[in-house]
């Protein structure tokens, strides 16, 4: 994409509806602070926004949290020149006729985007950047342009904060788990964040198997149940599973994101799951393995295809992320995947080096919306 219009300062209306997790918000915040910190002024709705107390306890100058109530309240509310709806949430018609309004008074264009979910699978290119001309409704006569994130740079990139890498440089492993508490002696360290992944059962084994001292550092939530239900099953039938203690746990506390970041970072595998910590564990640029978002039409898999594709992932890889993901013909007696990190190395690093040299999501959108204006 051409990078050529000055970027205006604008304020940005973004909105968000929880739907179950915390990657719509997650991703909407990050995004909210990436603008802002571009020199934006950002108001984020959002109809659930207790997890921001976790995740971003500090808040962030230039964003404003407002709740998304039903019906939205608009006292005091003028909407600013840029609506952005976040994975087809459906905004409010008070405040798309309040929007309207104020664009047929001030004779200023406007920039109504729908930033989409992200995928490796060939549409988001295609898709990215297209306008919908809203045909019915108060915002009848706009235009509504779809911005989709992704991998190449055909799309609308990933997002990125300008200092991440330095932050990166700055990192100090062994002082940020001491601060967490883990006590760290130099084992391997794997950080688990995950739905109930099918593969679970033979991650553990593999490790406890390996030969090599690891300690699983457990998100807390549905990771922490899911580990806790399967070593209980385990110890029931098979007490020896992990006789000789080669693999520990650590049960972590909900962190922030920078933490969640830092957590990446201190571990040398990361599992990670849904769409932000999977762009966060490419950022950390270390062995990972990604539970894909399940849905029930089961379009899932051929997403977590186009990404190993796109992954360049080694056959191991491939085969670790079916059994994770349950997308194996389940055989009890199967033997588990292998995990073999060391294999999993160069690819991760040969994609972090090809993103980095693409521009990063917000930056891409503030050229998209320069260009629209
Ligand atoms: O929570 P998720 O599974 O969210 C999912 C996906 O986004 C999926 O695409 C979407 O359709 C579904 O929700 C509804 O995983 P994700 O996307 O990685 O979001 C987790 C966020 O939580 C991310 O911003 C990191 C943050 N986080 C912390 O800040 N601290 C923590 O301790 C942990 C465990 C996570």
Same mark, same amino acid.
């Given at each position: 994409?051409?990078?050529?219009?000055?970027?205006?300062?604008?304020?940005?209306?973004?909105?968000?509806?929880?739907?179950?997790?915390?990657?719509?918000?997650?991703?909407?915040?990050?995004?909210?602070?990436?603008?802002?910190?571009?020199?934006?002024?950002?108001?984020?709705?959002?109809?659930?926004?207790?997890?921001?107390?976790?995740?971003?306890?500090?808040?962030?100058?230039?964003?404003?949290?407002?709740?998304?109530?039903?019906?939205?309240?608009?006292?005091?509310?003028?909407?600013?020149?840029?609506?952005?709806?976040?994975?087809?949430?459906?905004?409010?018609?008070?405040?798309?006729?309040?929007?309207?309004?104020?664009?047929?008074?001030?004779?200023?264009?406007?920039?109504?985007?729908?930033?989409?979910?992200?995928?490796?699978?060939?549409?988001?290119?295609?898709?990215?950047?297209?306008?919908?001309?809203?045909?019915?409704?108060?915002?009848?006569?706009?235009?509504?342009?779809?911005?989709?994130?992704?991998?190449?740079?055909?799309?609308?990139?990933?997002?990125?904060?300008?200092?991440?890498?330095?932050?990166?440089? =700055?990192?100090?492993?062994?002082?940020?788990?001491?601060?967490?508490?883990?006590?760290?002696?130099?084992?391997?360290?794997?950080?688990?964040?995950?739905?109930?992944?099918?593969?679970?059962?033979?991650?553990?084994?593999?490790?406890?198997?390996?030969?090599?001292?690891?300690?699983?550092?457990?998100?807390?939530?549905?990771?922490?149940?899911?580990?806790?239900?399967?070593?209980?099953?385990?110890?029931?039938?098979?007490?020896?599973?992990?006789?000789?203690?080669?693999?520990?746990?650590?049960?972590?506390?909900?962190?922030?994101?920078?933490?969640?970041?830092?957590?990446?970072?201190?571990?040398?595998?990361?599992?990670?799951?849904?769409?932000?910590?999977?762009?966060?564990?490419?950022?950390?640029?270390?062995?990972?393995?990604?539970?894909?978002?399940?849905?029930?039409?089961?379009?899932?898999?051929?997403?977590?295809?186009?990404?190993?594709?796109?992954?360049?992932?080694?056959?191991?890889?491939?085969?670790?992320?079916?059994?994770?993901?349950?997308?194996?013909?389940?055989?009890?007696?199967?033997?588990?995947?292998?995990?073999?990190?060391?294999?999993?190395?160069?690819?991760?690093?040969?994609?972090?080096?090809?993103?980095?040299?693409?521009?990063?999501?917000?930056? =891409?959108?503030?050229?998209?919306?320069?260009?629209?204006?």
């Amino acid at each position: 994409m051409q990078c050529e219009s000055p970027i205006p300062k604008l304020r940005w209306d973004i909105f968000c509806r929880v739907i179950d997790n915390f990657g719509d918000l997650g991703v909407c915040w990050r995004l909210a602070c990436n603008l802002a910190g571009r020199g934006q002024t950002v108001r984020l709705w959002a109809d659930d926004v207790s997890a921001l107390a976790w995740m971003a306890p500090q808040g962030a100058p230039g964003v404003e949290v407002k709740t998304w109530t039903a019906p939205i309240n608009m006292t005091g509310i003028t909407p600013g020149e840029v609506m952005l709806e976040a994975f087809g949430c459906e905004i409010d018609e008070e405040f798309i006729a309040e929007y309207a309004k104020n664009l047929r008074n001030s004779g200023q264009k406007c920039a109504w985007i729908n930033l989409e979910y992200l995928s490796a699978e060939d549409f988001s290119a295609r898709c990215h950047g297209l306008p919908s001309p809203v045909m019915s409704g108060p915002g009848r006569g706009l235009t509504k342009y779809f911005f989709y994130p992704g991998f190449t740079a055909s799309t609308g990139g990933l997002l990125r904060e300008p200092d991440l890498l330095a932050r990166q440089a =700055q990192f100090d492993r062994q002082a940020w788990l001491a601060k967490q508490g883990v006590p760290w002696r130099g084992e391997r360290l794997v950080s688990l964040f995950c739905y109930e992944p099918a593969g679970l059962n033979g991650l553990l084994r593999s490790l406890a198997s390996s030969g090599q001292a690891t300690c699983l550092l457990v998100t807390p939530g549905r990771a922490t149940a899911a580990v806790v239900a399967e070593i209980s099953g385990m110890n029931a039938l098979d007490p020896l599973w992990n006789q000789h203690q080669t693999l520990s746990f650590f049960y972590l506390p909900t962190l922030s994101q920078n933490d969640f970041d830092h957590l990446l970072w201190a571990s040398d595998v990361n599992f990670v799951r849904g769409e932000d910590s999977l762009v966060r564990a490419l950022w950390a640029g270390k062995p990972l393995v990604w539970q894909i978002y399940p849905q029930h039409d089961g379009v899932h898999a051929d997403k977590l295809e186009a990404f190993l594709d796109w992954l360049q992932a080694p056959a191991s890889l491939h085969a670790f992320h079916h059994q994770w993901n349950g997308l194996e013909v389940s055989d009890p007696a199967m033997a588990p995947a292998p995990f073999e990190p060391g294999r999993w190395r160069d690819c991760t690093a040969r994609a972090r080096a090809s993103l980095l040299v693409q521009e990063d999501l917000s930056t =891409q959108l503030l050229h998209f919306v320069a260009k629209i204006l």
